[in-house]
């Protein structure tokens, strides 16, 4: 059983950044698959970036286009999504997910059902 916990959402200008976390309780969180989504207002929650057991492989969305960067810290059992260059269509509330596996399969990691856990999620608010 893994609990997660998303923090350091908050209100920021277009074109501003933030650092969002993703603590994990439990044990072994290096054996996790860890994927970022997001939800804006009326939309279905999309798929935003994901980052393998070892932190050595990462996939982003396209619209990304190199402005997030995913990273990990198996010591303190954390995530990071490093937020660049936001803009107001970035606003929306941010989950991270995990599953236990070590397999890298686009197709699971990219979708909700790839995933088993969620966190309760941290609202990022793009300012223009």
């Known amino acids: 059983q893994v609990q997660l916990v998303e923090s350091g959402g908050g209100l920021v200008q277009a074109g501003g950044s933030l650092r969002l976390s993703c603590a994990a309780s439990?044990?072994?969180?290096?054996?996790?698959?860890v994927g970022w989504f997001r939800q804006a207002p009326g939309k279905e929650r999309e798929f935003v970036a994901a980052?393998?057991?070892?932190?050595?492989?990462?996939f982003y969305a396209g619209f990304v286009k190199g402005r997030f960067t995913v990273s990990r810290d198996n010591a303190k059992n954390t995530v990071y999504l490093q937020m660049s260059s936001l803009k107001p269509e970035d606003t929306a509330v941010y989950y991270c997910?995990?599953?236990?596996?070590?397999?890298?399969?686009?197709?699971?990691?990219?979708?909700?059902?790839?995933?088993?856990?969620w966190g309760q999620g941290t609202q990022v608010t793009v300012s223009s």
């Open positions: 439990g044990r072994s969180f290096s054996d996790y698959t």
């Open positions: 997910a995990a599953n236990r596996t070590r397999t890298w399969n686009q197709s699971s990691f990219t979708s909700d059902p790839g995933y088993i856990y």
């Open positions: 980052i393998n057991w070892g932190g050595y492989s990462t």
